[in-house]
Structures are given as C-alpha cells and as structure tokens.
Nanobody
Framework: QVQLVESGGGLVQAGGSLRLSCAAS????????MNWYRQAPEKHREYVAS???????QYADSVKGRFTISRDNANNTVFLQMNSLKPEDTATYSC?????????WGKGTLVTVSS
C-alpha cells in the first residue's frame, strides 16, 4: 500500500559526495519519523540517521559531521546528503518510514566509495 523507493546511489571517489533520496508513495495518511540504514556485505544492518516529522535529527557516531538527513514533507521524501565519503561507507543504503506506527522499508540503493 505504501512504498519507499531509494535513489541516488552510485560509485564515488573517497572524499566525494552523494545525495540519496527516498520517496514514499501510495495510500499515505501519515508519515512520521524517517530513517536511513546501511548494510555492507557480510555485515549486519547499521543505523545511519533519523529525522522526525518535525525535523529533529539524529546520527550514528560514524557519520556525524559528514552526513545530513533532511526531508520534504510535501513530497513525502527523505534525503541523505553524504559528504567526505570514506571507503568504509560502502554499503547498500535503505530508508524506512513510520506510517501510522508501522515501519515501511525500501529495497535500498548501493553506494560504493573507492579508495
């Protein structure tokens, strides 16, 4: 009913930047908090950043000062601006969103950072 689709992943050199987007569509009646996670091969999924409906943000220590999460409520979209990228940021990045108390997940977009 509600779907999330990530975009913006790709290959970037260390020190470069990427901007990820995650757009919600479908039968939306309320989108609360929106979040980004990432998962590298052979590793567990890791929390990256979150933003409330009011715009309050939180970040994992590993990305503080480099990543910025934001949202466009009019378009039900969350963004992740990633600067000063490092090879260890390489992962599949997935978004989720609180839709009426249920967290809906996207399928992810791959980010590869070359050294």
């Amino acid at each position: 009913q509600v779907q999330l689709v990530e975009s913006g992943g790709g290959l970037v050199q260390a020190g470069g930047s990427l901007r990820l987007s995650c757009a919600a569509s479908g039968a939306i009646f309320r989108i609360g908090a929106m979040n980004w996670y990432r998962q590298a091969p052979e590793k567990h999924r890791e929390y990256v950043a979150s933003i409330t409906s009011g715009g309050s943000t939180q970040y994992a220590d590993s990305v503080k000062g480099r990543f910025t999460i934001s949202r466009d409520n009019a378009n039900n979209t969350v963004f992740l601006q990633m600067n000063s990228l490092k090879p260890e940021d390489t992962a599949t990045y997935s978004c989720n969103a609180d839709h009426g108390g249920i967290y809906v997940w996207g399928k992810g977009t791959l980010v590869t950072v070359s050294s």
